[in-house]
């Protein structure tokens, strides 16, 4: 009989979007005559660009034809997608070198699947409120996870404690689900704490291109130190539309290098590298493809028109917020809206409350987290027209 990994039951027994889906599904049946407006599960609505759609049918003609056929490829991604990443980077400033740009099929998996470069022992750090992954694929795992508080006072964005050692910190900026932002000063303290304390920061940047503030980092490698001691993660889904397609990139510098237990070093981007090639046959080469087209300057060209399109979704909530005197943060280089529930009611309250009289689906922010029992997330990439009348009955409902 095998031996169960027994970590599973310690996760909580629906995933936050599976109870979402349920509750949104029972309504429906029993109110067909109610149309609902989706602003919960931060998908996209735009359809892929031009310039990416062409280079996708490109690919699939090069693997029509023997002359262009691409069978299995290099599992850390084809050098002409991870240059054009490095080339991305420096045009925002920050030098990221090629090989260092690993190729995957998505953020979240590469947040979850680095846990295995990390004995159990390791404690993590993660944000409450958090999205949901970072937690759960530790807990699987076995490792210790404490907690810093996100709250209203230090605007959901939690800064070091001294007091409170850790050796692997999650930290995501545009933050998922506030859409709180780190200026560069606030980023410093965190790679000098983890520089300090020997600690590895998880960089999740999947929400990068949002942010227009060119004040904001964008990246953590856009602080000094932070290639000693920071991994980071991106994603095409929310940049690109590449939520059904699947293409992201993970970071992992060559200066990440530790010490064993028998005092040999260690680096993470071997490790890393290791793993992916034992476990991972790449990203196919047609999405690649696909890909390298959305960093060229047609490409991005696109990219940010959609982006301004939910920008301006997330201008029309954070409008109705203002008018309502309810606070909120994010919306502003993030297309995430979170705020405090009204009425003082929890947040699974607010949902049924919410589905039930304005058939508006948002999220409940005790999904991410204890700090979130009383706060809600929307997101900003409905279409307008729904945006809209979603506003619009909120309005009449408050």
């Not at 944000?127 to 949901?132: A, G, I, M, T």
């Not at 410093?188 to 980092?217: C, G, M, R, T």
């Amino acid at each position: 009989m095998p031996k169960l990994n027994e970590n599973y039951k310690k996760l909580q027994n629906n995933y936050l979007f599976a109870e979402i889906a349920r509750r949104v599904n029972e309504f429906t049946s029993e109110n067909p005559d109610k149309p609902v407006i989706r602003l919960g599960i931060g998908d996209v609505t735009k359809p892929l660009t031009k310039s990416a759609l062409k280079a996708l049918h490109e690919g699939v003609d090069m693997e029509g034809s023997s002359d262009t056929f691409q069978g299995y490829g290099p599992e850390q991604g084809y050098a002409f997608l991870r240059e054009a990443i490095s080339d991305y980077y420096k045009r925002n400033g920050v030098e990221v070198d090629a090989d260092a740009v690993f190729i995957s099929d998505g953020a979240k998996s590469d947040t979850g699947n680095i846990t295995e470069l990390f004995a159990k022992d390791n404690v993590i750090l993660v944000p409450d409120p958090v999205y949901p992954v970072y937690v759960d694929t530790n807990t699987m795992d076995g490792k210790e996870i404490i907690y810093m508080n996100g709250t209203e006072e230090n605007h959901f964005l939690p800064m070091p404690d001294e007091s409170v050692k850790a050796d692997i910190i999650y930290l995501c900026s545009p933050n998922n689900p506030t859409g709180a932002c780190y200026n560069k000063e606030q980023l410093k303290e965190w790679v000098d704490y983890a520089l300090k304390n020997q600690a590895v920061i998880l960089f999740d940047s999947a929400y990068e291109a949002f942010v227009s503030d060119p004040e904001l980092p964008r990246s953590i490698y856009a602080i000094e130190g932070a290639r000693k001691c920071a991994i980071e993660f991106c994603s095409l889904s929310k940049t690109a539309g590449f939520t059904g397609t699947r293409c992201s990139y993970t970071i992992v510098p060559k200066e990440l290098v530790f010490t064993d237990s028998n005092g040999e070093e260690l680096s993470l981007h071997g490790m890393w590298n290791r793993r992916q090639s034992t476990k991972y046959n790449g990203t196919a080469f047609l999405i690649q493809h696909g890909a390298a087209a959305v960093f060229t300057e047609e490409g991005m060209k696109e990219c940010q028109e959609n982006i301004d399109y939910y920008m301006e979704n997330a201008r029309i909530i954070s409008d109705m917020l203002k008018k309502k005197g309810i606070w909120y943060t994010g919306g502003e280089n993030s297309p995430y809206i979170w705020f405090k529930c009204p009425g003082n009611m929890d947040s699974w309250e607010f949902f049924d409350y919410l589905l039930e009289k304005a058939q508006i689906v948002g999220t409940p922010g005790a999904g991410f987290g204890k700090n979130g029992k009383n706060y809600f997330r929307l997101t900003s990439f409905g279409k307008h027209e729904s945006t809209r009348e979603a506003m619009k009955r909120f309005d009449e409902l408050f």
